[in-house]
């Protein structure tokens, strides 16, 4: 029987992307409301994850986790 991925362990996923995702992904991803998505992120930060926010060629707002 296959594992269930956790919905912060889907969230990581997309965040190790080369080109990271966006708080609509995330939601998509999720089923969760921004300020969660964006809450999530906050945890992950505080977990030692290295999450950095940037812009992409579209001006979007993209979350990236970096690894150490």
């Not at 992120?41 to 977990?47: D, H, N, S, V, W």
Request: cysteine-free.
């Amino acid at each position: 029987m296959a594992t269930k991925i956790t919905k912060t362990e889907a969230v990581l996923k997309l965040l190790k992307r080369k080109q990271g995702a966006t708080v609509a992904q995330l939601q998509k991803a999720t089923g969760w409301q921004p300020h969660s998505v964006r809450a999530a992120l906050t945890g992950l930060r505080k977990k030692d994850h290295d999450i950095r926010r940037e812009k992409n060629a579209k001006g979007l707002t993209i979350y990236k986790s970096v690894e150490q």
